[in-house]
């Protein structure tokens, strides 16, 4: 299908005349991504950058898009996602990620909850080299880097082991990556105390890193969520470096409430002086897996062949069984995890559901669909676990150091659907934050945590990455049940200049970039 009729473009240079932009967005409302009040002009293309940005572009485009009526912005900069999963693809249709695409997003973070490869300029080749239509942001993953020299096992590392893990880190972050990333609740990299983890991010921070974090304990699992905060921030004081925390909650029943008190620490370490910021999503269910909802963690030390052997073992499986219970009474039940994982008896239904169609009890299902996913190589315990309060998910929104992210995994809609979602139903429903800084939340402030350059705002001389949509039709499709429909709205996305998206169509373009971090001056050329 053709870009020039799905966006109602038209010529905008008469015969003979040369066009002195390529694109001229008119007649839009444009809010920039910073804090500026919206003004009604024109954005100009030329190439891969911004020309020009004001109320009437002075020169005339070999393409107008007609724009009023609707919101123009920089293309939204997603935090934190999973998108390897499309971008990795062996499928060129998949690598175009149209599920960012369709919500405006043109930037994408990538290697989080600390599973970023160290090898980041080999990975960073094969990407461009295969064509992403999303921009994205590397980083070196802790668990990656932990993985690779410890294995999984739960042990400290010793003085030669910890060196190569501090070099693998430096490697990284010489070659591009915008810092360290960790998931401190995930086994192996919950098998690590906290000054490991701050001697490893110490190479990050000297190169200019970001640690970016799942904290050990968003709930009461093991320190706590105010346990966990104050961990994270500690890393940040003595690692020397700014800290961001990922989606940001306070998760299950036992925390609920808490977000003031998680708040209050995270500003008087601001008022202190310290550079701490964290990304949200605007949903009340997180998105995890039974493996890391209900089970204990020094039971899956070794792997899913250990952790099926513990099973076999009357006596640690009836440990893992008394634990898991209490975990599920966090988590809110057996009736709060909905089973989202493609393909499989339970898909669509939650845990309660499926113990009573096999008349077992709860913990005695999720053991059977996690042993029976272990045993064919893992993929079949997705969830999407409720246990989040409205209240909590309001209060940080309004914090003016959160920004947006989708943590978009698979089996949940945030992965289709964040930011259309953020918009009807905390903008225009619940009116919790106003359009501006929705738009900044998403984009200016985004590039400010992550340093990106020439990115995030509508600036002459900036990356052309600019998103046009309707104030009353983007909205999202996927829920719950139906978690991979594309949302709507958006009449036009470009990416480093070419045309993304074309009224909620993605148009096949593949124009993304690594955006790899210059060299810090202690690193060999690249």
Same mark, same amino acid.
């Given at each position: 299908?053709?870009?020039a009729?799905l966006?109602?473009?038209?010529s905008?240079?008469?015969?003979?005349?040369?066009?002195?932009?390529?694109?001229?967005?008119h007649?839009?409302?444009?809010?920039?991504g910073s804090?500026?009040r919206p003004?009604?002009?024109?954005?100009?293309?030329?190439?891969?950058?911004?020309?020009?940005?004001?109320?009437?572009?002075?020169?005339?485009?070999?393409?107008?898009?007609?724009a009023?009526g609707?919101?123009?912005?920089?293309?939204?900069?997603?935090?934190?996602?999973?998108?390897d999963?499309f971008?990795?693809?062996?499928?060129?249709?998949?690598?175009?990620?149209?599920? &960012?695409?369709?919500?405006?997003?043109?930037?994408?973070?990538?290697?989080?909850?600390?599973?970023?490869?160290?090898?980041?300029?080999?990975?960073?080749?094969?990407?461009?080299?295969?064509?992403?239509?999303?921009?994205?942001v590397?980083?070196?993953?802790?668990?990656?880097?932990?993985?690779?020299?410890?294995?999984d096992d739960?042990?400290?590392?010793?003085g030669a082991?910890?060196?190569?893990?501090k070099?693998?880190?430096?490697?990284?972050?010489?070659?591009?990556a915008?810092?360290?990333?960790?998931?401190?609740?995930?086994?192996?990299?919950?098998f690590?105390?906290t000054?490991?983890?701050?001697?490893?991010?110490?190479?990050?921070?000297?190169r200019?890193?970001?640690?970016?974090?799942?904290?050990?304990?968003?709930?009461?699992?093991?320190?706590?969520?105010?346990?966990?905060?104050?961990?994270?921030?500690?890393?940040?004081?003595?690692?020397?470096?700014p800290?961001?925390f990922?989606?940001?909650?306070?998760?299950?029943? *036992?925390?609920?409430?808490?977000?003031?008190?998680?708040?209050?620490?995270?500003?008087k370490a601001?008022?202190?002086?310290?550079?701490?910021?964290?990304?949200?999503?605007?949903?009340?269910?997180?998105g995890?897996?039974?493996?890391?909802?209900?089970?204990?963690? &020094?039971?899956?030390?070794?792997?899913?062949?250990a952790?099926?052997?513990?099973?076999d073992?009357?006596?640690?499986?009836?440990?893992?069984? /008394?634990?898991?219970?209490?975990?599920?009474?966090?988590?809110?039940?057996?009736?709060?995890?909905?089973?989202?994982?493609?393909?499989?008896?339970?898909?669509?239904?939650?845990?309660?559901?499926?113990?009573?169609? &096999?008349?077992?009890d709860?913990?005695?299902?999720?053991?059977?669909i996690?042993?029976?996913?272990?045993e064919?190589?893992g993929?079949g315990?997705?969830?999407?676990?409720?246990?989040?309060?409205?209240?909590?998910?309001?209060?940080?929104?309004?914090?003016?150091?959160?920004?947006t992210s989708?943590?978009?995994?698979?089996?949940?809609p945030?992965?289709?659907?964040?930011?259309?979602?953020?918009?009807?139903?905390?903008?225009?429903?619940?009116?919790?934050i *106003?359009?501006? /800084?929705?738009?900044?939340?998403?984009?200016?402030?985004?590039?400010?945590?992550?340093?990106?350059?020439?990115?995030g705002?509508?600036?002459?001389?900036?990356f052309?990455d600019?998103?046009?949509?309707s104030?009353?039709?983007?909205?999202?499709?996927?829920?719950?049940?139906?978690?991979?429909?594309?949302?709507?709205?958006?009449?036009?996305?470009?990416?480093?200049?070419?045309?993304?998206?074309?009224?909620?169509?993605?148009?096949?373009?593949?124009?993304?970039?690594?955006?790899?971090?210059p060299?810090p001056?202690?690193?060999?050329?690249?």
């Open positions: 299908m053709a870009a009729s966006l109602a473009i038209g905008g240079a008469g015969a003979g005349t040369p066009a002195e932009y390529d694109i001229v967005i007649g839009g409302t444009i809010y920039d804090e500026a003004f009604v002009g024109d954005v100009a293309l030329a190439g891969d950058r911004i020309a020009y940005v004001g109320p009437r572009a002075p020169g005339k485009g070999a393409r107008i898009i007609d009023k609707m919101i123009v912005t920089p293309g939204f900069i997603d935090a934190h996602t999973h998108a999963v971008i990795r693809s062996a499928d060129p249709a998949q690598r175009v990620n149209a599920a &960012w695409l369709d919500q405006g997003v043109s930037t994408v973070m990538i290697g989080v909850d600390g599973g970023g490869t160290p090898d980041v300029a080999e990975d960073a080749r094969t990407l461009e080299a295969s064509g992403i239509g999303t921009n994205a590397p980083f070196v993953g802790f668990g990656a880097v932990r993985q690779r020299v410890l294995g739960a042990r400290a590392p010793d082991e910890l060196a190569r893990m070099a693998l880190v430096a490697k990284a972050m010489c070659e591009g915008t810092g360290l990333s960790a998931g401190l609740f995930y086994a192996p990299q919950s690590a105390k000054e490991e983890v701050i001697a490893v991010a110490r190479e990050a921070a000297v200019g890193g970001l640690y970016d974090t799942h904290q050990r304990d968003e709930s009461s699992y093991s320190i706590g969520l105010l346990g966990s905060v104050d961990e994270v921030l500690r890393i940040g004081r003595e690692a020397g470096m800290v961001h990922a989606h940001i909650k306070a998760l299950g029943v *036992d925390v609920q409430g808490e977000a003031a008190a998680v708040i209050a620490r995270i500003d601001r008022a202190a002086g310290q550079d701490v910021t964290a990304d949200q999503y605007p949903w009340l269910a997180s995890s897996s039974l493996d890391a909802s209900l089970l204990p963690r &020094w039971s899956v030390d070794g792997g899913d062949k952790l099926l052997a513990r099973l073992d009357p006596a640690a499986a009836a440990r893992i069984r /008394t634990e898991m219970v209490e975990n599920l009474r966090r988590r809110g039940g057996a009736p709060s995890l909905l089973l989202t994982a493609q393909g499989y008896p339970w898909t669509g239904k939650t845990l309660e559901q499926m113990a009573a169609e &096999w008349k077992i709860p913990i005695e299902a999720a053991l059977k996690i042993r029976q996913s272990a064919k190589g993929g315990t997705d969830v999407a676990s409720f246990n989040m309060a409205e209240s909590d998910v309001e209060l940080f929104m309004k914090q003016p150091w959160i920004v989708s943590d978009g995994s698979n089996g949940h945030r992965m289709y659907a964040t930011f259309p979602e953020k918009y009807v139903k905390y903008v225009k429903q619940r009116r919790t *106003d359009l501006g /800084t929705f738009v900044r939340q998403s984009t200016g402030r985004v590039a400010d945590i992550y340093k990106l350059d020439h990115r705002y509508l600036k002459a001389g900036n052309a600019v998103l046009v949509f104030p009353d039709r983007f909205a999202p499709r996927a829920d719950y049940v139906h978690p991979r429909e594309l949302s709507t709205g958006v009449k036009a996305l470009f990416v480093n200049g070419k045309l993304a998206v074309s009224d909620s169509q993605t148009t096949g373009t593949s124009a993304g970039r690594v955006l790899l971090r060299a001056k202690d690193c060999p050329a690249r």
